[in-house]
T-cell receptor, first 113, second 111 residues
Framework: DVKVTQSSRYLVKRTGEKVFLECVQD?????MFWYRQDPGLGLRLIYF???????EKGDIPEGYSVSREKKERFSLILESASTNQTSMYLC????????????FGPGTRLLVL | GEDVEQSLFLSVREGDSSVINCTYT??????LYWYKQEPGAGLQLLTY?????DMKQDQRLTVLLNKKDKHLSLRIADTQTGDSAIYFC???????????FGTGTKLQVIP
């Protein structure tokens, strides 16, 4: 049973703080993803990684960076949090191959004051 | 470019059928997915269909794909209160790892 865990369910930070969101998967998946989910906008891809130390920009990478030092862990970093980054952040992982599903973590709800 | 659209809300009575619709723009989509998100949880795959199929049935779920119109639908028969959730359609284009999600449809089931 695939498990994707995220370090926090809820997080409150102040504008300008550096924020780390951690995601860990236990199924040796090559691909990992970070999305943000906002009402009426669905899921938007921030960054993804298809291998250790590899990263690709998604649709909305501005204001974010990522780190993938180990296969099982994919971190999302907000260098200087802003109020417009208040959102639900979802991590997912996936095997390489056609049709393979993405497995999602429970999400981190981030509030930036 | 890729764009996946859904209506935002759907309300049905318990026991009725629900039909959630989705349109996409990229004709080279290879796989199309339906995910379910219950309150406070991440997304969970419900079903998926390969682009060379027209229909897929799985218990109470029926997926219909109209490639000509780039239209995907999810029918839930005998809708239950436990089906209340947000439903996302998503497409994978070609061999890329990237999956594009729709805006999500919030299904409300009235007892």
């Amino acid at each position: 049973d695939v498990k994707v865990t995220q370090s926090s369910r809820y997080l409150v930070k102040r504008t300008g703080e550096k924020v780390f969101l951690e995601c860990v998967q236990d199924m040796d998946h090559e691909n990992m993803f970070w999305y943000r989910q906002d009402p009426g906008l669905g899921l938007r891809l921030i960054y993804f990684s298809y291998d250790v130390k590899m990263k690709e920009k998604g649709d909305i990478p501005e204001g974010y960076s990522v780190s993938r030092e180990k296969k099982e862990r994919f971190s999302l970093i907000l260098e200087s949090a802003s109020t417009n980054q208040t959102s639900m952040y979802l991590c997912a992982s996936r095997l390489t191959g056609g049709g393979e599903t993405q497995y999602f973590g429970p999400g981190t709800r981030l509030l930036v004051l | 470019g890729e764009d996946v659209e859904q209506s935002l809300f759907l309300s049905v009575r318990e026991g009725d059928s629900s039909v959630i619709n989705c349109t996409y723009t990229d004709s080279s989509s290879t796989y199309l997915y339906w995910y379910k998100q219950e309150p406070g949880a991440g997304l969970q795959l419900l079903t998926y269909i390969f682009s060379n199929m027209d229909m897929k049935q799985d218990q109470r779920l029926t997926v219909l794909l109209n490639k000509k119109d780039k239209h995907l639908s999810l029918r839930i028969a005998d809708t239950q209160t436990g089906d209340s959730a947000i439903y996302f359609c998503a497409e994978m284009v070609g061999g890329y790892q990237k999956v594009t999600f729709g805006t999500g449809t919030k299904l409300q089931v009235i007892p």
